[in-house]
């Protein structure tokens, strides 16, 4: 296979590769370690399918906004692709691009029938009214409908967007086709065919698979100090069970900054205060910057916020033993060197936050068959299939002398190469 090209003005900046030019890389050196062929690696290290849409919404004062949104399909050979839709100002079409192909990784992880697809919007929903919102997520769904739908493509929350969001979206794509559709997007109200555990499910996720890796390098999660950078969905979610399974946590944050607090937060207060983005922090003057929260003492470092937060910069101060990566992509693949070589165990992001699009397919299937399961049907089935794909990568990465991001791309990508050599593309 021929070496990942590194853009002409990344060569003369001399700058870090881009995390989608990382993920070719890891892809490339999963694929090789595998031994499939160089088509394998043409075919999966895009997506077959990005979809750019201009979405025009009438703003409350009457004046007209024009978005710019994205959806990405990286893979159908497995099943219809599936993943969320992000609400964020520094969306990009490589991001979501990037996004889609984890989320390919993440079924694959863990034997989902579905590959990878990722939206997003440009917007700041923080700035936005409900209205506007309501109208942004329906043209949203308008302009992308010829490409999605229950047995194509199937989206769910991600950054910023949430029940309210997905039931305007199902609401709206209902009425396109004519017919009800639940099982065009997870992540609903239960009301609307929602899935009793899906909201706290990434958390839950986390939880899963920290406690494999407590185990692993020999500590205890009770009583372990822990950081969480980030307080929305998976953070808040994630410090209040950990904070309830009698982990200290010390560190949290949010957009604004953050608060450490040796002796541990008190963690129920602080949900108490936060506001509907998950921010808390801009109540106290004492709080310290994100980064700082980062190098703090601690033994588990839950970064579940966002992008390329562990760096080269900061990867050699980080205190944890282990780095569970509850966000999309927070640590560059320097930083993954570091702290593999410093002894770190780091369980890697399409791992640690694939519990959300688990019970995500739980909600698809029951949608389905019109049959709803009980909640400790779902924490039962989550838990078995976490459990086991934690150690699938666990003991491939001691058995081919990997670190645990190749190992989760090397199982992750298996199934994917497979179905594509089966159907004939490759
Ligand atoms: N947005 C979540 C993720 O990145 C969930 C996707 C889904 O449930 O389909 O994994």
Known sequence: MSSLTISKENKEAKQAPSLF????????????????NEATYELLKEPLRVLTVRIPVRMDDGSVRVFTGYRAQHND????????????????????????????????????????????????????????????????VRAISQIVGPTKDIPAPDVFTNSQI???????????REFDSPGFITGKPLVLGGSVGRESSTAKGVTIVMREAAKVVGIAVEGAKVIVQGFGNAGSFLAKFLHDAGAKVVGISDAYGALYDP??????SLLDKRDS???????????????????QPCDILVPAAIENQITEENAPQIQAKIVVEAANGPTTMKATEILTQ?????????LASAGGVVVSYFEWV?????????????????????????HQ?????????????LSAYMVGLRRMAEAVRWRGWV
């Open 166 to 176: 997905m039931a305007w979206m199902m609401d709206e794509y209902s009425h396109i």
């Open 342 to 350: 410093r002894g770190i165990l780091i369980v890697p992001d399409v």
């Open 77 to 140: 050979s497995v099943g219809p692709t599936k993943g969320g839709i992000r609400f964020h100002p520094d969306v990009t079409e490589e991001e979501v691009k990037s996004l889609s192909i984890w989320m390919s990784l993440k079924c694959g992880i863990t034997g989902l029938p579905y590959g990878g697809g990722k939206g997003g919007i440009q917007c700041d929903p923080r700035t936005m009214s409900f209205a506007e919102l309501e109208r942004l997520s329906r043209g949203y």
């Open 366 to 390: 029951q949608n389905n068959q019109g049959y709803y399961w009980a909640e400790d049907e779902v924490n039962e089935k989550l838990e078995r299939i976490l459990v086991q794909s934690f």
């Open 263 to 268: 002796e541990g937060l008190d963690i129920d």
């Open 393 to 405: 990568i666990y003991q491939t990465s001691l058995q081919r002398g990997v670190d645990m991001r």
């Open 277 to 295: 983005f998950g921010t808390v922090t801009t109540l106290f003057p004492n709080r310290i910057t994100n980064q700082e929260l980062l190098v």
């Open 21 to 36: 030019q990382s993920t070719q890389h890891i892809i490339q050196q999963a694929l090789e370690k595998l031994n499939y």
